[in-house]
């Protein structure tokens, strides 16, 4: 398993430097009358950045037996890890960007905390099992 995490997240590594490269290349391609991708993020931005820090309020409350800087590191990287693999598959793809872009972050937001919650009650339950 722990061969199978780490080959994931070398492939999530070179895909985000990739998407990097040919954003610094070409750019993104956008619709003809479209916003600009930084228009469509900033008005998201403040509700995103409260729910990122209740997110770490709640896990440090209830994994707290983990410890804080194995859970604050999990959801920092993790989080960050995936919205920058959407934006390089973006940018490989060359896909258009629209007004679907935001709620496609948002949904891969909120299964990244639902499998980072999976992961920590697992964690949690081998810590009391050891006890």
Avoid: C, H, W
């Avoid at 009358?33 to 403040?46: A, G, H, Q, R, Y």
């Avoid at 209740?54 to 959801?75: Q, T």
Wanted: aromatic fraction near 14%.
């Amino acid at each position: 398993m722990l061969k199978i995490s780490k080959i994931l997240f070398a492939i999530a590594l070179i895909v985000i430097v990739a998407g990097v490269v040919m954003y610094s290349i070409k750019g993104f391609v956008y619709e003809e009358n479209s916003m600009k991708l930084k228009d469509m993020i900033l008005p998201f931005l403040t509700p995103v950045i409260v729910v990122f820090v209740l997110n770490l309020v709640f896990y440090y409350i209830k994994y707290r037996k983990i410890g804080i800087l194995e859970i604050l590191g999990y959801v920092f990287i993790i989080t960050i890890i995936v919205q920058l693999l959407l934006i390089s598959i973006y940018a490989i793809a060359r896909i258009k960007i629209n007004s679907f872009i935001m709620p496609i972050s948002m949904f891969l937001y909120i299964v990244t905390y639902i499998i980072l919650t999976e992961v920590f009650e697992n964690k949690l339950k081998l810590l009391s099992k050891q006890k």
